[in-house]
């Protein structure tokens, strides 16, 4: 750690990766006073951050299994409406039980929402399906959460524009083909520009790799192991509005467990598999019908609703090689490794692993470390700052 | 997992349009995609990218039409290229970038000036508004949702206007300056004289493109057509 006076205002951050963390980091690091550019190798959110389901977790999902990741999302997902107003549908989410295994699971789940903070309403079945009315009639219990509807691409996008107010250099359709490496020092990055075809360098004098399910690939360009597994899951869109609120299956993590309403459509989630190579995933035709047959025990309309796309999006979840082969064993926190303590590797810091609703979260703590590297204290704003309408992330 | 390719390797030719800027005029080019990874325009753009030309420029982020980035004109027409499906039966696809949006690379346009003519005098952030049908919230409240105009750009690049007149807002604007007066929301006199002014509402010719065009069901020109009536409605004006 660093015991120089801050460099923080002569400073300057390359950030590798255009998804919601990258954006929120570059929007945290520009409120600190530090020169930022960030790179994306596509357009903004195009890797796996534009096609999650466009759930605002309340944290209930992992209230029981992964108590560190409901407590984040619990935290972020007040935050963020505070932040972000109109970008939410803040319509709440439904727990529902259907099986007598959906009941067993019922009150470790009320003990998880209760011991993590999370504000629940127990509903009876009736009062469920006067909610809802396109629920299962067969529902055995229904809990009332704080889940909302997000844009998967908006809200990030509110972080880009903000931060390219603040002075961000943003850049898209801008790759990296490598790390500029001096005597075990991070120093820069060298790209390539898929719009002019110009090939070129930036000094940093920290390389932050923010690239989710391929921080792996960019981690390796500076010789050091990231510890991630891409893992995938097939979401289906039909259209229609089958249900105002979020519902979600309750019991442990499953295929199918979660339809979300956003827009004129239902969106229903998830699968989880484990590959090597996050560009080319293919939307196994089998997960797709889980979808519809696991959606419709939620739903039943899912079942005859008509289509409108299934699609495949790579989480990147923390874990080595062997942990897991589904992914689903995996937790969905985060980590910052700070490449000098872990690798000898100076100038260089992975952010990884999360979820869309902790993208703020995320950045803090990234930033922290960050800051700190540069012999800084200087304090996180991003808690009480409004964001920019997600436009300005276009406008010149 | 499982592999797209199928077995009997066939394929489909994807025509692209190309271009750089710097490499002269915008030329043509051909790739032969596996029939099973290109179920949609997209996964073949993607299928082209991954494994026959990194150089190609794309734009896409959800994969489900609800972010509007992958707008395109494919076989002449404007689609999202995400639910652009392409039949078993499809031996070939041409794939241009949208027009009436200043290109950048291959299939990438700047959405900035189509933006831009969101900003005066619309606020900028689009508030979610009341969702239809029975269902209501425990408060009793209407339950609330995001507009229906994803941003596209669609019905701009299907806009006969906007193609001889680049001073005319265009479909997506006025529709959503009549959502606004829809909703009572926004400075009412101040849209008015917007949508009144000379690259306004009266420009459009009502060759309802925009709305063939449209992967949302927002009816950018009925909208228009409506905002026409409230223009000739006699204003109060406090």
């Known amino acids: 750690m660093s015991v120089r006076p801050s460099r923080l205002r002569s400073a300057h ?53 992964d108590r560190e990741s409901a407590v984040e999302c619990i935290d972020e997902n007040l935050i963020l409406r505070r932040i972000a107003p109109g970008s939410f549908e803040e319509n709440d989410g439904l727990f529902v039980a259907l099986t007598d295994e959906d009941m067993a699971y019922y009150p470790s789940f009320l003990e998880g929402c209760e011991a993590t903070g999370i504000p629940i309403e127990v509903l009876t079945p009736a009062q469920a399906l006067s909610m809802e009315p396109g629920l299962n009639p067969g529902l055995r219990a229904a809990v009332r959460v704080p889940d909302a509807t997000m844009d998967a691409m908006r809200l990030p996008l509110r972080f880009f524009a903000t931060a390219k107010r603040n002075g961000a250099e943003l850049l898209n359709h801008v790759e990296v083909t490598g790390l500029l490496i001096d005597q075990g020092v991070v120093g820069g990055a060298a790209i390539h520009d898929h719009v002019t075809g110009r090939d070129a360098e930036i000094r940093a004098d920290i390389v932050v790799n923010a690239t989710g399910p391929w921080s792996e690939s960019v981690a390796r360009m500076a010789g050091v192991d990231v510890p991630i597994r891409p893992s995938p899951g097939v979401m ?17 993590s499953g295929d199918g467990d ?35 047959e696991e959606g419709s025990r939620l739903l039943p309309a899912v079942a ?41 590797v100076e100038g260089f810091v992975t952010i990884t692993g999360g979820k869309g609703t902790t993208l703020r979260g995320m950045a803090e703590v990234c930033a922290d470390v960050v800051c700190r590297k540069l012999g800084s204290d200087e304090p996180c704003r991003t808690r009480e700052t409004v964001l920019l309408p997600h436009t300005a992330a276009f406008a010149a | 997992m499982s592999d797209p390719t199928p077995a009997d390797g066939r394929t ?3 025509r692209l349009f190309r271009y750089r800027r710097g490499d002269g005029a915008p030329r043509s080019e051909t790739f032969d995609v596996p029939v099973g990874a290109s179920r949609t325009v997209l996964e073949g ?24 980035t992958c707008g395109v004109r494919v076989n002449g027409r404007e689609a999202l290229a ?13 794939v241009e970038p949208m027009a009436n949006h200043p290109v950048l690379a291959d299939l990438v346009v700047d959405m900035g000036p189509f933006v831009d003519r969101f900003t005066e005098p619309h606020p900028l952030v689009r508030p979610v508004e009341p ?60 849209i008015l004289d917007w949508a009144d002014g000379p690259g306004g509402a009266w420009r459009c010719h009502a060759a309802f493109e925009c709305t063939e065009a449209c992967p949302s069901d927002v009816r950018p020109a009925q909208r228009i057509m409506a905002l026409r009536r409230e223009l000739v409605r006699p204003r109060r004006r406090r």
């Open chain 1, 304 to 344: 005859d609703a008509p289509f409108r796309a299934a699609w495949s999006a790579a989480r990147p979840l923390i874990g080595t090689r062997g942990d897991a082969d589904s992914g689903r064993e995996l937790s969905r926190t985060f980590k910052t490794i700070d490449h000098a303590d872990v690798d000898g």
């Open chain 1, 13 to 65: 951050v390359l950030i590798v990766g255009g998804g919601g963390t990258g954006g929120a980091l570059a929007h945290d690091l520009a409120l600190r006073g530090v020169r930022v550019t960030l790179v994306e190798r596509g357009e903004f959110t195009s890797g796996t951050t534009g096609r999650h389901h466009g759930l605002l977790h309340s944290g209930a999902r992992y209230a029981v299994n």
């Open chain 1, 236 to 252: 289906l869109a039909v259209r229609g509005r089958l249900c105002q609120m979020v519902v979600n299956r309750m019991h442990a």
């Open chain 2, 131 to 190: 969702a239809a049908g029975p269902a209501m919230s425990p408060e009793g409240e209407p339950h609330e949702r995001f507009e229906d105009c994803i941003e596209c750009g669609l019905c701009l690049s299907a806009c006969p206007v906007a193609a001889t007149d680049d001073t005319y807002v265009g479909p997506a604007a006025l529709a959503y300056a009549q959502s606004l007066l829809d909703r009572g929301e926004g400075d009412r006199d101040a």
């Open chain 2, 82 to 94: 995400c639910v652009a499906a392409l039949d078993a039966t499809t031996t070939s696809v041409t």
């Open chain 1, 258 to 292: 979660i339809v979300v309403p956003q827009r004129a459509l239902s969106v229903v989630g998830t699968s989880s598999w484990v590959v090597e190579d996050p560009d080319d995933l293919g939307v196994p035709e089998d997960h797709v019908r889980r979808m519809i």
């Open chain 2, 45 to 68: 753009l993607r299928w082209i990218k991954v494994h026959a030309d990194p150089e190609l420029a794309i734009r896409h982020s959800c994969f489900h039409a609800s972010c509007g």
């Open chain 2, 12 to 14: 489909r030719r994807f």
